[in-house]
């Protein structure tokens, strides 16, 4: 594949503030154009979604689809390459977008997906120091709800779609733009964009919702992740019934008792070390980064996770080690009805982050072994996807790493394996390998924020991601691979 060579572009870049007019960026053999109208056209497209409470409840998924669909078909796209599929949910109208850019008649390469989600978690105005569905610039930033997760991604996709088109550019297969309405609540938009006839052959998914890396506080040390796996998302109600009965008359089976041991049982309860090849790299590279006893121990495990020496030392270390084992952890409890009534039923819920390769089931008979109480009932909610591990793709990640290195230089771009869920849990459940793709650079740990108080985005990196974008896509479809 071509190689993507740095030149100026960075160096431009970084003189780019929001409110100020771009130049033009060009170097040759990275096919880099960007004109100062493609920044501000960037910058308005997020300001106008950012402003659009795409909460659950507000019925904003579909006049947020409806706008960009109309930037598009102003940008040249046809309406017979546009489709706005909705969903009923809980009684509101959910929407998702669909956009084809398309390949040559006759191509035999089959089409990429690039993945957004249009919603976003809510924000309450009275913890934030600015108004969540107003965006503000300051200190470099933009402040606003879902800025980082992940309207930036929308509307750096769209923005890279319509300058493409202006271009001229003529992709060797379909390019598609798949963006959900309710990732953050359910993901049924999301599986049906999989099944969607645009999307449903893909030969792989780039997640811009899993695009993003980050640099120290003095801006060095760059680092970007190709997420290639997500656990399994589950969640269980615990439940203990009990015939309850007056306070001033205390019994033994009292159900919150019951609940507390299942509690203590599960603080103990340590599954298994396990691997893949995302996860096993990943702890390699820990191992490396860290050194010393803990380096040692988490080696050992990467060749005999069954070591309980090695596994002690590193669950004894403050470094973060979730992603070497499913875990399970209490986050809600209710019970009682009365401050003078025994409580008639007392439920535990227990979220559980569970290793690709491990099914629910599993994990749910566990957890009933370790309670051992039969009065208990212990029941899954929902349907959780049980997600596999995307293969290893060297010539994507290649493509990947020369993207971003025109933009971080000297980066450390490698596969990961996330403990979150995004819509590649989904697309990767419908057989569609998917990767983070992105560029957008947060300052650890103060700009991880999403979901949080105060979500930012940094500007100059905003606009980076048009130039990661514009070369990554090229890369990938210009014919040249």
């Not at 656990?231 to 007056?246: E, L, V």
């Not at 957890?367 to 290893?392: F, K, Q, R, W, Y």
Request: proline share 5%; net charge negative; aromatic share 6%.
């Amino acid at each position: 594949m071509k190689l993507i060579t740095r030149l100026a572009a960075a160096a431009c870049m970084s003189t780019i503030a929001w409110g100020m007019a771009a130049p033009v960026v060009r170097a040759d053999t990275a096919e880099v154009e960007i004109e100062s109208s493609d920044f501000t056209f960037a910058r308005s497209l997020l300001e106008d979604i950012l402003k659009l409470r795409t909460v659950k409840g507000f019925a904003q998924t579909k006049p947020q689809a409806e706008l960009l669909a109309d930037r598009l078909r102003a940008g040249g796209f046809r309406d017979e390459d546009i489709d706005i599929p909705t969903l009923q949910i809980d009684g509101e109208t959910v929407a998702s977008l669909v956009v084809r850019y398309k390949g040559p008649a006759g191509s035999t390469k089959r089409p990429i997906a690039l993945i957004a989600h249009m919603d976003v978690v809510d924000a309450s105005a009275d913890l934030w120091q600015t108004a969540p569905y107003v965006p503000v610039e300051k200190d470099g930033y933009i402040y606003a709800r879902g800025s980082v997760d992940n309207k930036a991604g929308v509307a750096l996709l769209v923005t890279t779609f319509i300058r493409l088109k202006r271009e001229g550019f003529q992709p060797d297969r379909d390019l598609v733009i798949a963006f959900s309405g309710d990732e953050e609540t359910g993901m049924n938009t999301t599986r049906l964009l999989t099944t969607h006839p645009w999307v449903e052959n893909a030969e792989y998914a780039l997640n811009s919702d899993a695009g993003v890396g980050s640099v120290d506080a003095n801006g060095n040390n760059p680092a970007f992740s190709i997420q290639s796996a997500e656990k399994t998302y589950a969640t269980f109600h615990i439940t203990a019934a009990n015939k309850g009965g007056h306070s001033s008359a205390p019994r033994a089976d009292n159900a919150l008792f019951d609940i507390a041991d299942a509690i203590t049982r599960i603080r103990s309860l340590k599954f298994p070390v396990g691997f893949n090849d995302i996860s096993r790299q990943m702890a390699l590279d820990l191992a490396e980064t860290e050194g010393g006893e803990f380096g040692r121990a988490l080696e050992t495990l990467t060749r005999d996770p069954s070591n309980a020496e090695a596994r002690a030392i590193v669950d004894a270390s403050s470094v973060s080690t979730h992603f070497i084992s499913t875990t399970c952890v209490p986050t809600m409890l209710a019970a009682g009805t009365a401050e003078n009534a025994l409580p008639q039923q007392a439920r535990l819920t227990v979220n559980c982050r569970i290793l690709p390769g491990t099914s629910v089931a599993d994990v749910q008979k566990t957890l009933t072994d370790v309670i051992d109480n039969s009065a208990l009932s212990i029941e899954v909610l929902g349907a959780p996807v049980e997600s596999p591990v995307s293969p290893i793709n060297e010539p994507l990640f290649e493509s990947l790493r020369n993207a971003i290195e025109v933009v971080q230089p000297g980066a450390i771009v490698k596969p990961s394996m996330s403990s979150g869920g995004t819509d590649g849990r989904e697309f990767r459940s419908a057989g569609i390998p998917t990767y983070g793709a992105g560029a957008i650079t947060l300052v650890r740990p103060d700009d991880f924020r999403a979901h949080g108080i105060d979500e930012r985005l940094p500007i100059k990196s905003y606009f980076d991601q048009l130039i990661f974008w514009d070369g990554l896509l090229k890369d990938l479809a210009g014919g040249q691979g």
